[in-house]
Antibody, heavy 116, light 107 residues
């Protein structure tokens, strides 16, 4: 079964850091661009970041550029999002998704809450 | 940045009726446009990519059309499971951008 499972969310204080992970299974992870998309409570979807299949290219939304870093470990079928200098407005459910031109597989999401 | 604007914000439709959702791009997105469906508490589900190609397993009652700056998602005969929020997203330019969503509710 094709599956993505996120982990690493939680409650963090403003200015703090968190690392999200996404474990992929059921497909050839190393062949796909991967993305992170977030959704603030009661709001719409916001693209956060994408990384090419090899990891050579990374793309970020302006709202997170310089604070978040996307990475992957293909031998471990894993995607990561290192989040630094967190702000209240980063509070959201974070989804990892396969692809970018039609994100066809999504995880269940992990919740990040930034609050003092 | 390409700004995606969806209309209407909420669409009230009776089961069995046709629903037409619009998505407008602030500049050309070519045919690099996807549609997603999201139900409460669930992750989004890919419906259409390339503006008009249905994703695997998506029923034929869902159809996408358009190119450039004007796009449409049509649900030909609404079923009970289709009441949800629908998002368009362009992947023509970085950053990727989503519309704000259209909620399809039961009339």
């Amino acid at each position: 079964e094709v599956q993505l499972v996120e982990s690493g969310g939680g409650l963090v204080k403003p200015g703090g850091s968190l690392r999200l992970s996404c474990a992929a299974s059921g497909f050839t992870f190393s062949s796909y661009t991967m993305s992170w998309v977030r959704q603030a409570p009661g709001k719409g979807l916001e693209w956060v970041s994408s990384i090419s299949s090899s990891g050579s290219y990374q793309f970020y939304a302006d709202s997170v550029k310089g604070r978040f870093t996307i990475s992957r470990e293909n031998p471990k079928n894993s995607l990561y999002l290192q989040m630094n200098s967190l702000r209240a407005e980063d509070t959201a459910v974070y989804y990892c998704a396969r692809g970018l031109s039609g994100m066809d597989v999504w995880g269940q999401g992990t919740t990040v809450t930034v609050s003092s | 940045e390409i700004v995606m604007t969806q209309s209407p914000a909420t669409l009230s439709v009776s089961p069995g009726e046709r629903a037409t959702l619009s998505c407008r791009a602030s500049q050309s997105a070519s045919s690099n446009l996807t549609w997603y469906q999201q139900k409460p508490g669930q992750a989004p589900r890919l419906l259409v990519y390339g503006a008009s190609t249905r994703a695997t397993g998506i029923p034929a009652r869902f159809s996408g059309s358009g190119s450039g700056t004007e796009f449409t998602l049509t649900i030909s005969s609404l079923q009970s499971e289709d009441f949800a929020v629908y998002y368009c997203q362009q992947y023509n330019n970085w950053p990727l951008t989503f519309g704000q969503g259209t909620r399809v509710e039961i009339k």
